[in-house]
């Protein structure tokens, strides 16, 4: 049982470069979420999608990029790599509705630009 | 929009000793859940424990219980009987239960707890 995938775990970035983050989950959910964490100032949402085909802006959306082509996968694209873009990625994913109200988490990609 | 405060960036706690980590929220919507999230050196995001707005009693997971207080927006987290495990930065987040929203996690800024041995 996977739960939520992310690839690659670390990265480093020259300026102006681009790459994906892939993100692919194996529980069936609606909804699925990036978000970047910074040193001291918690989780801030990027983008996020209620179902294939769906996708929406979240609070920090300047410079990425996402679609969602299947239920099951939600890449972040980085068109033209800034230091801001220096952080840690998690992907994320849950239930519409679900009674729990617990989103799953990948384990996290680490992006250095320099 | 909701919004998240812990105003506590550090604390620490004796080995065995119990620790409260404060944490309140600001919403309009009657119905959301709370959660604690614990992350470990690891950087995996853990659930510790969730609460529904709509119960009155507090949670309980093992070690880790809430203080739950719905007309104050305060949602605080104790743990009893800390262990050097227990070291990590632990979040307070709130999500809401109306299904017409994108059911997104509000994160506060997290707190880091070390445990002394």
């Known amino acids: 049982n996977a739960g939520v995938t992310q690839t690659p775990k670390f990265r480093i970035l020259k300026i102006g470069q681009s790459m994906t983050l892939q993100c692919a989950q194996d529980?069936?959910?609606?909804?699925m979420y990036w978000y970047r964490q910074d040193p001291g100032m918690g989780l801030k949402l990027i983008y996020y999608?209620?179902?294939?085909?769906?996708?929406d802006k979240g609070e920090v959306p300047n410079g990425y990029n996402v679609s969602r082509s299947t239920t099951e996968d939600f890449p972040l694209r980085l068109e033209l790599a800034a230091p801001s873009q220096t952080s840690v990625y998690f992907c994320?994913?849950?239930?519409?509705?679900?009674?729990?109200?617990?989103?799953?988490f990948g384990e996290g990609s680490r992006l250095t630009v320099l | 929009a909701q919004t998240v405060t812990q105003s506590q960036p550090e604390m620490s706690v004796q080995e065995a000793e119990t620790v409260t980590l404060s944490c309140t929220y600001d919403?309009?919507?009657?119905?959301?859940?709370l959660f604690w999230y614990k992350q470990p050196p690891s950087r995996q995001m853990i659930l510790v424990i969730r609460?529904?707005?709509?119960?009155?009693q507090n949670a309980t997971e093992n070690r880790f219980s809430v203080n739950f207080q719905k007309a104050a927006k305060s949602f605080s987290l104790k743990i009893s009987d800390s262990q050097l495990g227990d070291a990590a930065m632990y979040f307070c987040?709130?999500?809401?239960?109306?299904?017409?929203?994108?059911?997104?996690?509000?994160f506060g800024k997290g707190i880091t707890l070390s445990v002394r041995p």
């Open positions: 999608s209620v179902g294939a085909g769906i996708t």
């Open positions: 919403t309009s919507e009657s119905d959301y859940y």
């Open positions: 529980m069936n959910h609606n909804y």
């Open positions: 987040a709130y999500r809401s239960a109306i299904k017409t929203t994108n059911s997104k996690l509000t």
């Open positions: 609460q529904e707005a709509y119960k009155q």
């Open positions: 994320a994913s849950s239930y519409a509705g679900t009674k729990s109200g617990e989103l799953f």
